[in-house]
């Protein structure tokens, strides 16, 4: 079975972080990470930039684009896609394109587009 | 982590909206921060039994609101309580809250705080000394070490600052659109001069100042997240983003200013960038141009380009031309005449910049770019006579030792020139 982790985290302690304290903990996550590695658990992993970067499209009537996260509490996550776009309005074309189909199954959402700031392909270490 | 490192960064993440709305509930200074305090002292002795709260802020608020509400009742009534008498349930603490404390009142009441320390009576650095001790909740020792002063005249000054905000009278109610922008803009540019304060630094200063600048993004990024379809406060963060991603290979070892074409770009920070790079195109979405967007997308410009000559300077004159619209100043004419020069020529450039000769003859810049173009040009004579004027307007001793520089290639320009040479 394959598991998702999601990490949640206040975001202003985690900016208030200095440059030597983010590398230490960066530091040690990747020892966890090369043991995930070597016990042939871990899949892709990605550190995602500050939710001030993100920008939500949501989708009902017509889709809205947004700024900032997704903020609402009534909706839960459910999955989500790694895409590689040149620009951030590709990135948003991708998401309206994968709205789409939800759409179309009468469901309403939202996908917040938020740019991957460290990616680890699966079981790769860099 | 031990318990006083998590309670720490729990009750400074939760600093600014918690006294904010402590403020606005007090509608006195001196109150808001002694709730505040008692709230912090309380959350020590509570969050390592109880463990962390779930909306800290609204914990602090609740906690400090009646702290204070009890020490009225007591000196009222002079009827000593324990110290310790039990605090409501925690649960319920965040219960009562939670409506009445939505992102839109935390918004007011942090731009409110922030907007209080741009007080227009009180001198730059008087301002962002205070919204580094009441925003960012620096120790008065930690910002008197940022500014190279005294601890006693920091405290001094911050002391000076705080009786006259007291005596100014402050809008409680929450802001209309119209005075929301206009506290926005006071602030950004607030949060604008904590960053060049740290920016500005030179030789051994750096590594401290430039705490300045990382205090500076982080109070960017938390007005972005209280606003976050503001495009000049996108802007403004892009802006610091990018410009402190070159900081490290802004100086060289003896601490002199290198140029933007001779700094080695691998040592620029890679995550600083894409990050700004993403907030400048979600800003430019909007369609709105304001300054801080505008110099966000000239440094993202530089930033994009691998090495010097792959600077897409047409983009950036064009940039500049717009800068010089929304923002007419002879600093920024200056500017767009380093851009025209590498796009049409000295010729033009300066021509471009000797109408400004009388507003800037007080400026260093001027006449470093101006002997630049004119050495370019070939006309020697003329550029030292800039270079000197620039060396005796120079702000700090790197900034000398840079157009020095300059007349040492004059001396040595009977050899070929190099056509990538620096114009600023």
Not at chain 2, 63 to 89: C, F, I, K, Q, W
């Amino acid at each position: 079975m394959r598991y998702a982790i999601l990490c949640y985290h206040d975001e202003a302690a985690v900016n208030a972080l200095t440059r030597e304290q983010d590398q230490a903990l960066m530091a040690d996550l990747a020892v966890v990470r090369a043991q995930l590695i070597a016990e042939g658990k871990l899949g892709p992993v990605a550190r995602l930039m500050p939710t001030t970067a993100a920008t939500t499209l949501r989708y009902g009537h017509a889709p809205v684009v947004m700024d900032g996260p997704f903020a609402e509490t009534k909706e839960a996550l459910l999955g989500f896609y790694v895409v590689d776009c040149a620009t951030f309005d590709d990135a948003i074309e991708v998401a309206r394109r994968l709205a789409v189909p939800r759409l179309a199954a009468g469901l309403i959402g939202a996908m917040e587009i938020r740019p991957v700031s460290v990616f680890h392909p699966a079981g790769a270490e860099t | 982590m031990s318990d006083l490192a998590w309670i720490a960064a729990a009750l400074n993440s939760a600093r600014a909206q918690a006294l904010g709305a402590l403020l606005r509930y007090f509608r006195d200074f001196d109150r808001a921060e002694e709730a505040f305090q008692e709230a912090c002292l309380r959350a020590l002795r509570h969050w390592p039994i109880n463990g962390p709260p779930r909306d800290s802020a609204a914990w602090l608020i609740l906690v400090g609101r009646n702290a204070a509400l009890d020490e009225v009742r007591r000196r009222t009534s002079e009827e000593p309580l324990s110290d310790d008498h039990p605090l409501p349930d925690q649960g319920d603490v965040e219960a009562t809250l939670v409506e009445r404390l939505d992102n839109a009142h935390y918004r007011d009441d942090v731009l409110r705080l922030l907007f209080i320390c741009c007080h227009p009576e009180l001198p730059a650095t008087q301002q962002i000394a205070l919204a580094l001790r009441i925003v960012s909740g620096l120790s008065v020792k930690e910002i008197a070490r940022a500014f190279l002063v005294g601890e006693s005249a920091m405290e001094q000054r911050i002391t000076r600052a705080k009786r006259r905000i007291a005596a100014a009278p402050v809008a409680f109610e929450a802001p209309g659109p119209v005075a929301r922008a206009e506290r926005l803009a006071a602030v950004a540019a607030m949060i604008y001069l904590v960053f060049n304060e740290g920016y500005s630094a030179s030789g051994g200063e750096t590594h401290i100042r430039s705490a300045l600048c990382d205090e500076a993004i982080r109070l960017a990024r938390l007005l972005l997240r209280l606003f976050p379809a503001e495009p000049e406060v996108m802007g403004l963060t892009a802006l610091m983003l990018l410009q402190h991603a070159r900081a490290p290979a802004r100086l060289d070892a003896d601490g002199a200013i290198v140029l933007l074409e001779h700094q080695d770009r691998r040592l620029w920070s890679g995550d600083l960038i894409a990050e700004g790079l993403v907030l400048v195109e979600k800003a430019l979405r909007h369609c709105r141009p304001g300054p801080y967007q505008l110099q966000a997308a000239i440094a993202a410009v530089h930033a994009r380009a691998a090495r010097p000559q792959d600077t897409e300077w047409a983009e950036i004159e064009r940039l500049y031309e717009v800068l010089e619209t929304v923002q007419p100043s002879p600093v920024v004419t200056l500017n767009r005449a380093v851009a025209v020069a590498k796009v049409h020529g000295a010729a033009v450039a300066l021509a471009l910049i000797e109408p400004l000769a009388d507003r800037l003859s007080g400026y260093f810049h001027f006449f470093g770019v101006r002997g630049a173009l004119l050495r370019e040009l070939g006309r020697a004579g003329e550029a030292r006579i800039a270079f000197d004027q620039a060396i005796a307007l120079a702000n700090t001793p790197a900034e000398a030792a840079h157009i020095r520089l300059h007349l040492d290639r004059l001396i040595e320009d009977s050899a070929p020139r190099d056509p990538a040479e620096v114009v600023t």
